[in-house]
């Protein structure tokens, strides 16, 4: 299990690209399963959960063909991520093993395009995770309304299409999802006649989701707003679809930035897709420019404390939380998180009280009164962004910060150390 080294203190600054975002690129891949021909996805970032995706395509009967693989090198403008041809020319197996879904809960999206096309498919139930217990009863109900028949028994999750295929329905979810959404843009597009998705998610990623189905000839309208439109059709075509920039890892180098003291370019940022995320941090006094290519972060100042409660798009990410957290640790004066979406996402306060950080946690709420200085420490966290909001902490820490458990970093930031190394950080990846 390695570990991240960081010797905190340094001013951040240089240019970072911005990989592509997992958290597109995951639906994406699963879409490849609702056709028979090629799909060609561009700018996948090189992370563990594209990998464990990969694995289960591959144990659905998808060949996946390695197309380019751009590295650190291509910072000239290029999207520096890699292209893979996936080919689903039959599913061999309808069902996902408990063995792999436990790696990784966003291997549920395999339930849609599966059930769409094979009439049946088998998944094991993903269960809870560090952040919350993640239910998935609004994927269920959403695929019920498309006349599938469910049944939850011995740890997995199977659905059967009636004869002739899922149907078009209006499907009103009580709550936003973004899983739940993607699985049922998915599913609805091979349904027969039309779906109506209200209170859908609006997230960026889920727009790039849209598109490519698009782009593999789905008719699909309203993407981006809280009512999906889907005109079911037999079947799809292939296609090539660029995955969008992580607006998530871009908002933690920004985080970065602003918590040393630096003055980053993060290259092929989309400021439209972080708007929520800059106003906070301008908020916070940090100075944000937007540029043809991206965002300069900058900070000169001292750090205003913010008021901040995560929301679904394009409120606040919950996925930003533990990074803003860290950044309000050093600012001057009392902020109040709330966090909104998981039950548990706080997983990161007790980390960082051990450095130093006067934190209070009331239920959803914390209230984060800014200290002079961090103090590095061996700390570990149970997420990914927690581990990484303990990561910027340590950029700003006085002494040695150890980031245990390095593996949830890499599930969702690529070549995390080799970045950090690039803006001027002194970090370390060690085998512990
Ligand atoms: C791979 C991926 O894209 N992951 C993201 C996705 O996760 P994911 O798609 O799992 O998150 P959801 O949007 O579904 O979850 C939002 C809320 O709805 C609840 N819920 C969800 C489904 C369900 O059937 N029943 C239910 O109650 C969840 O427990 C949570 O409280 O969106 C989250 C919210 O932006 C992000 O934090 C994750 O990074
Ligand atoms: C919670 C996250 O991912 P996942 O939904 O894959 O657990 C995340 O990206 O922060």
């Known amino acids: 299990m390695d570990k991240l080294i960081i010797r905190g203190g340094r001013a951040l600054s240089g240019t970072v690209r911005v990989s592509g975002a997992k958290n597109a690129a995951l639906p994406l891949m699963a879409a490849c399963l609702l056709i028979d021909e090629p799909l060609r996805l561009s700018n996948l970032p090189r992370l563990a959960d594209i990998a464990t995706m990969g694995d289960l395509l591959n144990h659905h009967g998808a060949s996946i063909t390695l197309e380019g693989a751009v590295g650190a090198e291509a910072l000239d403008g290029q999207p520096s991520g890699r292209s893979l041809l996936l080919t689903a020319r039959r599913i061999a197996d309808s069902t996902a093993p408990y063995d792999i879904v436990r790696k990784m809960r966003a291997s549920i999206l395999v339930l849609g395009p599966i ?36 049944d939850l028994s011995a740890g997995y999750v199977t659905a059967r299409a009636p004869k002739g295929g899922l149907i078009g329905n209006r499907v009103v979810f009580p709550k936003v999802s973004v899983g739940a959404t993607e699985n049922l843009m998915m599913a609805a597009c091979l349904a027969r006649g039309e779906t109506l998705l209200e209170n859908a998610a609006r997230e960026p990623e889920v727009v790039d ?201 890499d599930r969702g930031y690529e070549r995390i150390e080799e970045k950090l190394l690039a803006l001027g950080a002194d970090v370390e990846r060690v085998a512990a």
């Open 115 to 150: 059930l769409a096309r094979e009439g049946q498919a088998r998944v094991s139930l993903p269960g809870g995770c560090a952040i919350g217990t993640r239910p998935i009863d609004l994927h269920l109900k959403g695929l019920k309304a498309l006349g599938a028949d469910v």
């Open 209 to 409: 989701l849209g598109r490519c189905l698009q782009a593999m000839g789905a008719r699909i309208e309203g993407l981006g707003t809280d009512r999906i439109e889907i005109a079911g059709q037999t079947t799809l075509n292939g296609a090539d679809h660029l995955c969008m920039a992580d607006r998530i890892e871009a908002g933690s180098y920004a985080v970065a930035a602003a918590i040393t003291g630096g003055d980053v370019m993060l290259a092929g940022a989309d400021p439209a897709a972080m708007e929520a995320v800059i106003t906070m941090l301008r908020e916070a006094g940090v100075g944000i420019e937007v540029k043809a290519d991206g965002l300069r972060v900058f900070r000169d100042g001292p750090l205003q404390p913010i008021t901040l409660v995560t929301q679904p798009y394009p409120g606040f990410p919950t996925d930003m939380q533990a990074q803003m957290m860290a950044l309000m640790c050093v600012a001057s004066g009392a902020s109040v998180i709330t966090e909104a979406i998981f039950e548990n996402r706080f997983m990161h306060v007790q980390e960082l009280a051990r450095m130093g950080a006067d934190i209070t946690a009331n239920g959803a709420t914390a209230t984060v009164r800014g200290v002079e200085r961090l103090t590095g420490a061996p700390v570990m966290a149970t997420d990914l962004r927690a581990s990484m909001g303990l990561a910027l902490a340590g950029l700003a820490a006085k002494g040695v910060t150890e980031v245990h458990r390095l593996y949830h970093l």
